[in-house]
């Protein structure tokens, strides 16, 4: 194997060209060409028929839903929509499909000619899409006999079609030059843009870790200032969000060093390997033609009228897009503080926060702040932490109560974060409140004042910038519970200063 | 134009035919015969008759998302020739590559 290319001196050398495959698993009810179930997680072969395990005599029926939902999301994905359009026969031996064909769509896409803007460190890059189609996802497979399930040296495989005719989705793009070392962040930024329609459109659950949205990543370099693009390659199995990054950046480092050592990059698919970062040679796939795609006999043509495609169109929610913007506007920030929220995965979080009644100052503090550090520890997204927007609404109501003030409400956070409750019951047991019992205060005070009687002595003076030693005082004495503003009014009104 | 023999073999290959040199020679003189057949309708057939893979001139026929009774897994494995922990046991997948 040849050594990769740190990837910083790979870009000095080469240019990056991009190009993302993106499956998404719609979310009906039934599945594409028949009225069998779609959960996910049933026992095996549970959720077939004889049409999706292509038993003779059988006929596929389209989806009337699925249909509409990848006219919903071409639409959101700014496609033509083909007023005519067939779905065809795709043949090969794998017994992943029990028909020996799967059911897809050829060279009459129901989705054209559309992109998508993404944003990555200020900058927009709008991401051609060179198509979207409907097809049906394939079943599943464990492989027995082999090393850890591996396909290769497995004695025989196990199949379970429960998967077999869910509507899939696949949307191509077109390729994408000119990222630059931002390749593997538009790759991520990309996908996390789509993942946020279709879940806006409603027509996925999108979970990339359940399989509902995968995406293959085809990345090809070549020297800069070269006219032709190079060889791509691959990469499959690509199953979070983060590994896209790293599949894409791993790509371009490993392709770097193919060149570098005097080699030429191979059209080949790839598997990512979540656990190094790395990715394996696959399997050679059967050429385009190898296929013997036709029309799909037993299908009759589609043909969505201008009508229903605009009825689609008027029906559309806000999208992701006008949502920031809007949200930006109603919150009053800058891109790039936008920009930290959204990469922080905290724009549903802080929404939720503000509309229970929290100001987005505060909400946008609390989520960036305290919470996103403990998601980064825990590789997690914020959504998957232990703690909810009412919870932080109510922290920030204490704190606008003058209950807690800012270093206590980070131990009420913490608190909820590792399980003790609500924000109340953490304060309750941890017992947790701003001392603003005047009575308890006015002896801590006295004391503070008592045991640094030369620093009075100046405040009352006249250096009244030297009362922040006291406060310090009288709030390590309360362990932090006082409110500062409070003890500070108060020593000077002891000492008889005013401010 | 005849179809080859090599055409022929490769065809074989994808559909997982195993054919003898005499059945390649046979096959390929066959299917030349099919091809010289259909091609004559492209004689016939002028610019302004589109390709038809439809014979009824329907569009649209689709169903309402709603879920129908399914198989049971008994059922669904009975014709399979293995089964196996309620899934369709299947040969060894890769290794079948010439």
């Known amino acids: ?499 | 134009m005849a179809i080859t023999r090599d055409e022929v073999a490769h065809l074989a290959r994808l559909a997982r035919l195993d054919l003898d040199e005499a059945e390649l020679a046979q096959m390929a003189g066959q299917l030349d015969a099919i091809l010289g057949a259909v091609a004559r309708v492209s004689e016939v057939a002028s610019d302004d008759v589109p390709p038809t893979s439809h014979a009824v001139p329907l569009t649209n026929v689709l169903r309402e998302d709603v879920v129908a009774p399914c198989l049971t897994p008994e059922q669904a494995l009975s014709g399979a020739p293995a089964a196996q922990d309620g899934r369709f046991r299947v040969p060894r997948i890769l290794g079948e590559e010439p």
């Open chain 1, 1 to 499: 194997m040849t050594a990769l290319v740190p990837y910083e001196q790979a870009l000095e050398a080469y240019e990056p060209v991009i190009g993302l495959e993106v499956h998404v698993e719609l979310g009906t009810n039934s599945k594409m060409f028949c009225g069998c179930p779609t959960e996910f997680g049933a026992e095996p072969n549970t959720q077939v028929c004889p049409t999706c395990l292509g038993l003779p005599g059988s006929l596929p029926v389209a989806n009337k839903k699925a249909i509409e939902s990848i006219i919903r999301l071409g639409l959101a994905l700014n496609c033509s929509i083909a007023p005519w359009c067939r779905f065809a026969r795709k043949n090969y031996f794998y017994p992943d499909m029990p028909k020996d064909f799967q059911i897809s769509q050829y060279d009459e896409p129901i989705c054209v000619e559309g992109y998508l803007d993404v944003e990555v460190e200020g900058k927009t890059y709008r991401i051609g899409i060179e198509r979207v189609h409907l097809e049906e996802d394939t079943g599943k497979s464990l492989h027995v006999g082999g090393a850890t399930g591996r396909i290769h040296g497995a004695s025989h495989s196990l199949v379970d079609y429960n998967r077999a005719g869910i509507p899939l989705v696949e949307v191509v793009t077109k390729p994408v030059p000119g990222t630059g070392a931002l390749a593997p962040e538009v790759a991520k930024a990309y996908v996390t843009e789509l993942r946020d329609i279709c879940k806006t459109l409603g027509i996925s659950d999108v979970k990339m870790e359940q399989g509902s949205l995968r995406c293959d990543a085809n990345v090809s370099i070549a020297p800069r200032g070269a006219t032709e693009w190079g060889t791509r390659s691959e990469t499959k199995n690509v199953n979070s969000l983060r590994s896209v990054e790293r599949a894409v950046r791993h790509e371009i480092s490993r392709q770097a060093g193919v060149l570098d050592a005097g080699g030429r990059v191979v059209q080949e698919t790839r598997h990512f390997q979540e656990d190094s970062g790395t990715t394996v040679s696959g399997r050679s796939k059967e050429t385009a033609e190898d296929y013997r795609y036709f029309p799909e006999p037993d299908l009759v043509p589609l043909a969505p009228s201008a009508d229903w495609i605009e009825e689609l169109r008027a029906a559309l929610p806000e999208l992701p897009t006008a949502r920031r913007r809007r949200l930006q506007g109603d919150w009053d920030l800058t891109d790039l503080d936008m920009e930290a929220l959204i990469n922080a995965g905290a724009l549903d979080s802080v929404e939720e926060t503000v509309a229970a009644g929290a100001s987005a100052e505060a909400a946008r503090k609390w989520w960036l702040g305290e919470i996103a550090r403990r998601a980064n520890e825990d590789g997690v997204e914020v959504s998957a932490l232990p703690i909810t927007p009412a919870d932080v609404a109510a922290v920030v109501a204490l704190v606008d109560a003058g209950s807690l003030n800012d270093k206590l409400a980070r131990q009420v956070i913490e608190g909820v974060l590792a399980g003790e409750g609500t924000p109340e019951q953490v304060v309750a047991s941890r017992g947790l409140a701003v001392v603003s019992d005047t009575g308890a205060l006015g002896t801590a005070v006295d004391a503070a004042i008592a045991a640094n009687e030369g620093i009075a002595e100046k405040i009352r003076g006249g250096k009244v910038q030297a009362v922040g030693a006291l406060v310090g005082a009288v709030m390590k004495e309360t362990r932090g519970q006082a409110d500062a503003a409070t003890v500070k009014a108060l020593i000077l009104e002891k000492l008889g200063v005013s401010e």
